[in-house]
């Protein structure tokens, strides 16, 4: 069974920075792609960045950037590098992984950004 485990959310003001990592665990013969997504209250579930085999990265328009995203394929895990944060990016943000054939999420950690 295969497992995604988010950390690093918190409390960060304006102007701040936060990094985001997500370890997968469990087997996974195919790994396709890596990212994040988040999801603000009353809105939709929104793209922020993905990562493909071969190092290929994707950016929501919103944190292009501002966000990086990055990948370590031994270790199974991804990580979300946020400077310049807003208030706007305050949400639940998700961990995904895209295998040859399902797609898993983490549990989501939240990342509030208020003065």
């Known amino acids: 069974q295969v497992q995604l485990v988010e950390s690093g959310g918190g409390l960060v003001q304006p102007g701040g920075s936060l990094r985001l990592s997500c370890a997968a665990s469990?087997?996974?013969?195919?790994?396709?792609?890596m990212g994040w997504y988040r999801q603000a209250p009353g809105k939709q579930r929104e793209l922020v960045a993905n990562?493909?085999?071969?190092?290929?990265?994707t950016y929501g328009s919103s944190v292009k950037g501002r966000f990086t995203i990055s990948r370590d394929s031994a270790q199974k895990a991804v990580y979300l590098e946020m400077n310049s944060l807003k208030p706007e990016d305050t949400a639940v943000y998700y961990c995904c992984l895209a295998s040859s054939s399902d797609m898993y999420w983490g549990q989501g950690t939240q990342v509030t950004v208020s003065s």
């Open positions: 990562i493909i085999t071969g190092g290929i990265t």
């Open positions: 469990g087997t996974i013969f195919s790994i396709n792609a």
